[in-house]
């Protein structure tokens, strides 16, 4: 017979996973992140699931704000036109999804952040393909050391170490979260 579910247990892993998060990465993400906007370049996003809904809130804590009024931030999460999603589906493949949105949207110099639980989403992969041709940076959120994480710039692969993913995600939107803040505090008052 299965194991009854433990709530204090899942919050004490949960708690173990936002903890085997690593605030020098979490710190250097937001500052390439920073150093890019304010050089006017913008920050592309993407995920599948619940790794999509994370991309989209990250976009909206950077495009509207997050604690404090300031400027709104240039990012795009690239989960959200279903028609240009169906479309890249149907005319290509699933994997080529964002990989086409980079290839039209990103610029040299542009943030593009690849989110995945398990590190070897074959679609969010392909579009960091695309985006370190174009000459972009590379940040990854991932749950396992899959190949997605080996893709990130120095120091911009932020890792959270647990095997259930809905805890990794738990962990990836406190990860946002910070970066949000650390990010919103340089552009408040600007």
Do not use: W
Not at 165 to 174: D, K, L, N, R
């Amino acid at each position: 017979m299965d194991k009854a579910f433990n709530i204090n247990s899942y919050i004490e892993d949960g708690n173990n996973a936002r903890k085997s998060l690593s605030s020098d990465k979490i710190l250097r993400v937001a500052e390439v992140m920073t150093e890019a906007l304010r050089s006017g370049k913008k920050i592309l996003c993407m995920g599948n699931g619940g790794s999509a809904a994370d991309s989209q809130h990250f976009v909206a804590e950077l495009v509207g704000r997050f604690e404090a009024e300031r400027k709104a931030l240039p990012a795009i999460a690239l989960t959200t036109n279903s028609s240009i999603t169906t479309a890249i589906a149907n005319d290509y493949s699933y994997e080529m999804v964002f990989a086409r949105q980079v290839e039209a949207l990103a610029n040299s110099g542009d943030v593009v952040v690849g989110i995945s639980t398990s590190g070897n989403s074959k679609n969010v992969i392909a579009a960091m393909e695309s985006a370190r041709q174009i000459g972009c940076i590379l940040v990854t959120l991932t749950g396992q050391k899959g190949k997605l994480m080996e893709m990130a710039d120095p120091m911009c692969d932020i890792t959270v170490s647990s095997p259930r993913t809905s805890t990794i995600q738990e962990a990836h939107i406190c990860a946002i979260h910070i970066i949000s803040k650390l990010i919103e505090d340089k552009f408040t008052g600007v």
